[in-house]
């Protein structure tokens, strides 16, 4: 059992960083892997980051994005940097105790999302 809560998302224009938040509740966080999907509107949810046993990033966001964790703290971050339009969603993070990393359906906790916005 765990519950998230996102934040951190805001207005920046292109080529600006953000770091958003996602704290956690649940004694048995350092157990699960913790992941970043985003939505934009009119599209179905896609997968960003993931940190569990590996990391994985999707090849849109390789090079630019950093998925971290502080478990002490019960906090996972997701560091985004050279940010372009295109990243413009709701960003959601998600913990599993196993499942593909990728995909939502293997997620059975969720955040209520943070909007990042990237003006052109």
């Known amino acids: 059992q765990v519950q998230l809560v996102e934040s951190g998302g805001g207005l920046v224009q292109a080529g600006d960083s953000l770091t958003l938040s996602c704290k956690a509740s649940?004694?048995?966080?350092?157990?699960?892997?913790v992941a970043w999907f985003r939505q934009a509107p009119g599209k179905e949810r896609e997968f960003v980051a993931a940190?569990?046993?590996?990391?994985y990033y999707a090849d849109s966001v390789k090079g630019r994005f950093t998925i971290f964790r502080d478990n002490a703290k019960l906090t996972a971050y997701l560091e985004m940097s050279a940010l372009r339009p295109e990243d413009t969603a709701v960003y959601y993070c998600?913990?599993?105790?196993?499942?593909?990393?990728?995909?939502?359906?293997?997620?059975?906790?969720w955040g209520q999302g943070t909007q990042v916005t990237v003006a052109s």
């Open positions: 649940g004694r048995a966080f350092r157990s699960y892997t």
């Open positions: 998600a913990a599993q105790l196993v499942g593909t990393y990728n995909i939502p359906s293997a997620y059975g906790y």
């Open positions: 940190n569990g046993g590996q990391i």
